[in-house]
Structure formats: C-alpha cells, structure tokens
C-alpha cells in the first residue's frame, strides 16, 4: 500500500493514518490449519489461503480488492466488490 506510486502527498499521509490504525493478528495454530485445509480443499495459494481462514476463524468480513480469488470459499464475507472503486 504504501509502495503504490501514485502516492501524493495526501494520499501518503491517508494510507499511512489507516494502517497504524489496524491491529496486527497473529498467525495462531487455528488459523493454520484452517489455511491449510482451504489450501488443500480449493487449490489456493498460500497467502491467499492465510488472508481467507484469518479473516473465518476471527468470523469478519474480509475487505479486499481481490474478489476473484476469494469468492470460492464457503462462508467466508465478502461484503462489497472493492475492485469497482478506482483507488
């Protein structure tokens, strides 16, 4: 996000406010094997498979640009199509 290079000086500042206010999850035991089982179950890839369980076993929406990839897993919250939105 903050490596995008169409940054001014303003959006800059955005991006940086809105990522020291999220709060880090660690990768717990049950969110690996979660990942690992969708990884093994829909042929997806690692990070992608990471993203998906963190955001079931929290049970939150996951907000992502990425619909594609993330549309095939069962009860996992997609609550909008970001990738509509130009950035």
Do not use: C
């Not at 490596?3 to 001014?8: E, I, L, Q, S």
């Not at 990522?19 to 890839?45: D, F, G, Q």
């Not at 929406?61 to 950035?87: A, C, E, G, S």
């Amino acid at each position: 996000m903050l490596g995008w290079r169409k940054h001014t000086p303003i959006s800059r500042k955005v991006s940086e406010e809105l990522l020291a206010s999220l709060t880090v999850i660690p990768l717990s035991e049950h969110i690996a094997e979660r990942a690992i089982k969708l990884r093994s179950e829909l042929s997806i890839r690692l990070p992608d498979a990471v993203i998906a369980a963190t955001a079931l076993v929290l049970r939150v929406p996951l907000l992502t640009r990425n619909h594609r990839d993330f549309q095939k897993i069962p009860n996992l919250t997609l609550p909008w199509n970001l990738h509509l939105y130009k950035v």
